[in-house]
């Protein structure tokens, strides 16, 4: 199931399940993956985009593999926070995906998600051909990570009275 906000997210997932971040590209699939406590998230693996039954199919195992319980999707906001068609595209890919795997799907602003990765590779002194490999899954975990920042957040200020 699709959750527009990030509360209906959070309600809807298991204890102790990993979740999986995407950043979806017109070439490429980014993918990140996070502890089962929902801490750290972790970039995996870039899976080249070809048609959607393949990317889906490719995708599916992973989260299969990984024992997947709620996947993240970077919403590509323009600047001023407005949709544009890369946000179309990412809606769209969420509908289809959401018609093969039952688990909760959310969305995540990635402004400057790429960039930020970008830096820390730069940072990291990474070669260009190096970071030409890494930076759409390195892309997903700054996307999870925000994403599993808020979700932190949330349980934190639920305990509390």
Known sequence: MIHEEITDFAAALRPMQALAGLDLGDKTIGVAVSDSMRAVASPLQ???RRKFTLDAEALLAVLQQRG???LILGLPHNMDG?????CQSTRAFA???SRLWDGPIGFWDERLSTVAAERALLEADTSRRRRAEVIDHVAAA???QGALDRLAHLSATQVRP
């Not at 407005?82 to 890369?86: F, H, N, Q, V």
């Open 82 to 86: 407005s949709e544009g068609p890369r």
């Open 95 to 97: 509908r289809n995906f």
């Open 68 to 70: 997947i319980g709620g």
């Open 142 to 144: 700054y996307i999870l």
């Open 46 to 48: 870039t899976i080249r």
